[in-house]
C-alpha cells in the first residue's frame, strides 16, 4: 500500500507517520509537500498533526484551502483513503471534507495526555480490525480539539454510523469527565459517508511501538493494509 | 477601497476566550460585567472597486475562508462607513 505523508510549513508528526509506515509497516511512503496537486500514484494520504500555518485565522483554516487539499478532493472522489490525525482533522472539517468543526478546548488547556477511546464504528478500511465497543489507549495533542456540529449534522453522524472513536473511562464508559476538550457527545473521529476519509485528533502513530507504551494505533494500520492483503490474518473477528 | 470585517461567534456558541477574559477583569475590580465575547477585526485593503463591489468580494471571502459558518457571523463596513470614524480620530 502506498502512503503519502503531507508536510505543511508548521506539521510536527510527518517524521512520526513517515516512522511508523516505513520501519515498522514496511509499507512504501513518501512526503507529500503541501503545494503538490499530484496524488496519483498513491492509496492512502494521511494529514499529520502539527500547526499548518501556524494555524492562523483558524486551526487548519488556511491548511483546508492548500493545493495538496484541493488535489485531495479529487483524490477522495477516485476512491483514496485519507487520514487526518489532530491537526489534521481541523483541516478536514475546514475543507468541508468532513462536518463540523474542532475548536478551542472547553478547558481552555492545552490537553497532552494519554486518553481512553471506546471504537463506536468497525465498519471502514481504519478501523475493521477492531471489534466494536473495543477500549483503545493513544495519546492526545491539542489545544483545540472541541468537536463542535450543528444540532441535525450530529443527528446524521449518529444515524449513519459515522461517528467511529469516542473519549471514554478506561473500561469504555462514556462519561463526562473522560471528556478532555468537550467535544460533543465524547467525539474523538467521524468518518465521511463512504467510510473512506477518517478525521481523529488522537495520535495513532504515537501509539505503534511497544517502546512508545502502546501498539493500539498499530491497528489502524493493520486495517488498512487489511484492505489490501484481504486475506484476515491479522483480522480478530 | 479599505474595507473592515468583524468576525464573531455565533449567539449560542460558548466562548471560552470571552469567559476567561471576563474573569480576568472581574478579578480587576470590573464586577459590573454582564458578558464578554471576543471577536476578531480584519482590515482589508483592496484594489479598485466601488464600495459595493468591495462588499460583494469581501463577502465572498468570508464565505471561503475568513470566516467558519458552523461557529461565526461576520459584518462588513467599507471606507464609507469606516471614513467618519477614522476622521474623529
Redesign the interface.
Same mark, same amino acid.
Given at each position: 500500500m502506498r502512503f503519502g505523508v503531507v508536510v505543511f510549513p508548521g506539521t510536527w508528526s510527518d517524521c512520526d507517520f513517515h516512522y511508523v509506515i516505513s520501519e515498522v509497516l514496511h509499507q512504501p511512503v513518501r512526503y507529500v509537500w503541501h503545494r503538490e496537486r499530484e496524488l496519483g500514484q498513491l492509496d492512502c494520504v494521511i494529514l499529520p498533526g502539527g500547526f499548518s500555518y501556524g494555524d492562523y485565522l483558524r486551526a487548519g483554516a488556511v491548511g483546508g484551502r492548500s493545493p495538496v487539499v484541493e488535489a485531495l478532493r479529487e483524490f477522495v472522489a477516485g476512491g483514496g483513503l485519507v487520514l487526518g490525525s489532530c491537526n489534521g482533522f481541523q483541516i478536514l472539517c475546514e475543507a468541508g471534507l468532513l462536518p463540523g468543526v474542532l475548536t478551542r478546548n472547553e478547558c481552555l488547556q492545552y490537553r497532552c495526555q494519554s486518553s481512553h477511546l471506546v471504537v463506536e464504528n468497525v465498519d471502514t478500511p481504519f478501523t475493521r480490525g477492531f471489534r466494536p465497543g473495543q477500549v483503545l489507549t493513544m495519546p492526545i495533542s491539542h489545544g483545540e480539539g472541541k468537536y463542535y456540529a450543528d444540532a441535525e449534522t450530529l443527528v446524521r453522524l449518529k444515524q449513519q454510523n459515522l461517528i467511529v472513536f469516542r473519549y471514554a473511562e478506561a473500561d469504555g464508559r462514556v462519561t463526562k469527565a473522560s471528556n478532555p476538550n468537550g467535544s460533543l457527545d465524547n467525539i474523538a473521529g467521524i468518518v465521511n459517508p463512504e467510510g473512506r476519509v477518517l478525521g481523529m485528533m488522537p495520535h495513532p502513530e504515537r501509539a505503534s511501538e511497544t517502546a512508545m507504551g502502546g501498539t493500539d494505533g498499530l491497528l489502524m494500520f493493520q486495517s488498512l493494509l487489511g484492505t489490501l492483503v484481504e486475506d484476515g490474518t491479522f483480522l480478530k473477528r | 477601497m479599505k474595507a473592515r470585517v468583524l468576525v464573531r461567534l455565533k449567539p449560542g /456558541?460558548?466562548d471560552? !476566550?470571552g469567559a476567561?477574559v471576563k474573569r480576568a477583569l472581574a478579578g480587576l475590580g470590573f464586577s459590573e460585567l454582564n458578558d464578554l465575547r471576543v471577536g476578531k477585526v480584519i482590515d482589508i485593503d483592496l484594489d479598485g472597486a466601488t464600495p459595493g463591489e468591495a462588499r460583494g468580494r469581501v463577502g465572498e471571502m468570508c464565505r !471561503? $475562508? $475568513?470566516a467558519?459558518p /458552523? $461557529?461565526e457571523e461576520y459584518t462588513i463596513e467599507t471606507v464609507d462607513d469606516l471614513a467618519p470614524r477614522e476622521a474623529a480620530r
Open positions: - | /456558541i460558548m471560552v !476566550q476567561a !471561503q $475562508l $475568513l467558519n /458552523i $461557529l
